[in-house]
């Protein structure tokens, strides 16, 4: 019995149905489906059931769920609503005083240098993931405040994994001016290029396709293709040195514009193909935290983590946006919208346990503090800044019924 339960075939099965059964409660009792997705995680993870663990298997579908999922959300947005000053400023005062408050505080708590280096490190990270569903599901992706977060997200990213770069290097003593330059000549040249690419060469033989008999005879075929352009740009962003979800991003971005007569819509079949795959993402998100490894030393580092990741986010993204000329409440909500660490901070905290950085003991607190302010963002968002707002037509497009 033990053997079968081990299984992939039964772990993905197993994943998927208590995915979808997470989605689908959360949305019928009108609660954030990330929060439940999660939380269905933590039950069917090594924290209480123990039926699901994060073996290599769950982790590869659950970057094909972050990929999808960025795609969809890349498709409701413009290149010109994403990139702007005002989004670079917000993205580095965040990625730079988190950094700040992660290192000191590590260092505050008798941990080594290089450890409170790859803290810091962790601190940096949005997950554009988290936030961007919330608000998706809230019909509040298309405000200014999500726009920003969105465009300071992305940028974020790469900051995050300059940083990320940049520390490994210092650990290792193998500092070096040209090779940061090269970092970021590599991923603004991607992001560029691609963009571009997808914008005025794949987009525009799309919209030609669709005129062709060929897609009237096969409806199927570009949103096949469409998706096939995602993976090979998350597969491009990957061999470049940025995040997979950067690339899906980018590809989503660059086919906002294309209009489809004869063929299906494209962003009609990607967001169910994105309920399936971004509710495993969130539900391995809960798997991976195994609250056992948990001692008496290392929880109140956590909790003070915790706090410093929230509080520094919050300030250094939610300032400079009121600065901006942003209302305060548009500010709160960018500076929480910012608060999520989501994966990309357990991918830093799984380097440095790896390398041999940070022990077992800090790379629970880092991934539990990830969980925690992913976790934050949906209750401040629904109960306080979002609270008693309706939902706007937005969301009920999101997933259309053939009945409506």
Known sequence: MENILLQPVFQMSLLLFVALAGYLVASRINQSAVIGLILVGIVVGPSVLGLVTYTDFVSALANLGAVVLLFVIGLEFKVEEIISPKNGVIAAIGVILPWIGGYWLSLAFGFSAPSAIFIGTALTATSIAITANVLREMGKLQT??????????????????????????????????????????????????????????????MARLDKTRFAKRYPEFLFIFAMMMAFFYAMMAELVGLSAIVGAFIAGVSFEGVRLVHCRDIKEGAEYLQIIFASIFFVSLGVLADFRAITPDIVLFLVAL???AIITKVIGCGLPARLAGLSSK?????????????????????????????????????????????????????????????LSPERDRSYPCKDE
């Open 144 to 205: 200014d405040a999500a726009r920003a977060i969105i465009g300071a997200a992305v940028i974020d990213d790469v900051l995050s994994l300059l940083a990320l770069s940049i520390s490994a290097e210092v650990v290792g003593g193998v500092f070096s001016p040209p090779g940061i330059a090269l970092v970021i000549v590599k991923s603004v040249l991607f992001i560029v290029l691609a963009g571009a690419f997808g914008m005025f060469v794949v987009s525009r033989y």
């Open 306 to 308: 915790t706090v410093v």
């Open 330 to 390: 548009d500010s709160l909500i960018i500076g929480f919208g910012m608060v999520p660490r989501g994966e990309v901070a357990m991918i830093v905290a799984l380097i440095g346990l790896q390398q041999g950085i940070i022990d077992q003991g800090l790379y629970v607190a880092l991934v539990l503090m990830s969980l925690l302010t992913t976790v934050i963002t949906p209750i401040i968002y629904r109960n306080w800044l979002y609270k008693g707002e309706s």
